[in-house]
């Protein structure tokens, strides 16, 4: 049974460097890529600026309902019931408003959201275009991303094409 489980660990292992005899392979550091790109960090400070601006926006919009929530909670025992419970509406919607500020600048299809997009997204786009041509030039079947693959704990230096893609974008 032990000689049965060897040979079939030896088969496989001789399919799959059949199979993969003459693959030729390659990664590339998507990070070290942008980093040498002038126009990525400028595009980064200027949705670090946006954010920073949203956030204080927000910010300001659940100080002003906190503000509001101690208000209440100070006056509150001179109110009849009818007026807390309209008090109680009118900050209710207050948080609601907040929360919708923070949806609309920092939610999923948020206002942060599309302007990564717009701005991030064309040096991503010419990154995939550089490392297509290089795979297609350079006959690779694989091309992995080592700044965005955690599995990739060791990648030889000869088959780092980075600085390759980068020459391919007009960079040095």
Not at 54 to 61: S, W
Not at 103 to 109: L, Q, S, V
Not at 134 to 140: H, I, K, S, V
């Amino acid at each position: 049974m032990v000689d049965m489980k060897r040979w079939l660990i030896v088969i496989v292992l001789t399919a799959f460097a059949a199979v993969s005899y003459g693959q030729k392979y390659a990664v590339v550091d998507s990070e070290y890529i942008l980093k040498k790109i002038p126009n990525y960090k400028a595009a980064l400070e200027q949705l670090d600026k946006l954010s920073q601006q949203y956030q204080a926006d927000v910010q300001a919009k659940f100080e002003e309902v906190d503000r509001a929530y101690r208000a209440y909670q100070a006056e509150k025992v001179l109110l009849t019931e009818s007026q807390k419970r309209a008090k109680e509406a009118e900050l209710e919607k207050r948080e609601l408003a907040a929360n919708e500020l923070q949806r609309k600048y920092f939610g999923p299809d948020g206002l942060m959201f599309k302007k990564r997009e717009e701005l991030l997204k064309p040096f991503y786009d010419q990154i995939f275009s550089a490392v297509r041509e290089l795979a297609t030039d350079g006959n690779y079947s694989l091309i992995i991303d080592k700044a965005n693959n955690q599995s990739v704990m060791f990648a030889s230096p000869k088959i780092d094409k980075s600085d390759e893609v980068l020459q391919k974008l007009g960079y040095k």
